[in-house]
């Protein structure tokens, strides 16, 4: 039954489109070495590959050459054939398939709690954000000179009444910054300037419009591990990129080393559950990408993104498309 499923047309894309990111990962990963690559924007760009081009790939080829999925296709010309795999028992008792469905199943478990029932919990929430307790004017003049050197139209700032540091940047035309008042009292003006920099560059660069692009084609590929993975990654990316350019136009690293410093979050003791368990994983993994962020700023210094190679850059598109072609 599973392997007939698997034979389909729909069990044949989410087969292929698994083994196509794995590929795509690997040159990618492989492209970084060969070629040394280690700006950021670079790399944000070539990991873009593993999420776009499997979506894709398969009714490319399936275009192409409609009896790619014939028997005397995957016996005299694919390099690797996932029909054979599939039909396989481990130990001769479990089939490969019925693993391959679990750990499929799994995965898809595993993006729903991490990342849609959250957007659920955010919407619920989002009306305490939107209640501005004051506008400080010294913040107002702080942004509105910030967005007059890096050429973008000030976004409206709104100050909530909150104990926990948050910055954040809504909306996808029309931007809003909101601060809360506990952050305005944690930084200094330096650290604030740093900070409310990072926040309108990721405006500059349409951090918005892109991520929330990207995460449908993530939404598209639920069930493939290597998206979860990659989209992190790519997200972490556009972090470290508004980082790099801030650093570029504040000239002030530890400013934004202490900024981001203030975000640190480490959960209260209490008796241990899973909600409790889940909270300190997620505090954990935010503390890990703030550790991140901050050994890169110290390598960095103040130099801006690298050229970016496009030879490189098609050639490693190519080599994913012409791999993927023979990986049915």
Request: proline residues 4%; charged residues 20%; aromatic residues 10%.
């Amino acid at each position: 039954m599973i392997i007939r499923i698997l034979s389909s047309y729909p069990g044949m894309y989410i087969t292929q489109s698994v083994l196509h990111s794995l590929v795509a990962l690997i040159i990618v990963e492989f492209s970084f070495f060969a070629w040394g690559i280690r700006d950021h924007h670079a790399k944000f760009r070539y990991r873009l590959l593993t999420l776009t081009l499997p979506v894709f790939m398969f009714p490319l080829y399936q275009v192409i050459t409609p009896q790619r999925s014939a028997w005397y296709f995957r016996l005299n010309t694919a390099l690797f054939d996932s029909q054979r795999w599939i039909e396989l028992n481990l130990l001769g008792i479990l089939p490969l398939s019925v693993v391959f469905v679990v750990f499929l199943t799994a995965v898809t478990v595993v993006f729903v709690v991490q990342e849609i029932l959250p957007i659920f919990r955010e919407r619920s929430s989002s009306g305490e954000l939107e209640t501005c307790e004051e506008v400080h004017d010294s913040l107002d003049a702080m942004l509105e000179s910030i967005c007059h050197a890096i050429h973008i139209e000030k976004p409206s700032i709104c100050v909530i009444d909150e104990h926990l540091p948050i910055l954040v940047t809504q909306g996808f035309k029309d931007h809003s910054v909101i601060v809360s008042s506990h952050l305005i009292k944690a930084l200094d003006k330096d650290q604030m300037r740093g900070a409310l920099t990072h926040e309108a560059v990721h405006i500059m660069r349409d951090s918005s419009i892109k991520t929330q692009l990207i995460y449908l084609l993530r939404i598209l590929m639920f069930y493939n591990p290597v998206s979860l993975v990659e989209f992190r990654r790519v997200v972490h990316d556009d972090e470290f990129i508004c980082d790099a350019i801030t650093v570029s136009k504040t000239k002030n690293t530890e400013a934004l080393i202490g900024a981001i410093s203030a975000f640190y979050y480490h959960p209260a003791q209490g008796p241990q559950g899973l909600s409790q368990m889940k909270e300190r994983i997620e505090s954990h993994s935010h503390n890990l990408l703030l550790d991140e962020r901050i050994r890169k700023l110290q390598e960095i210094g103040h130099e801006g993104p690298e050229r970016f190679g496009w030879v490189p850059f098609m050639l490693t598109a190519s080599v994913i498309l012409m791999m993927g072609y023979l990986v049915v």
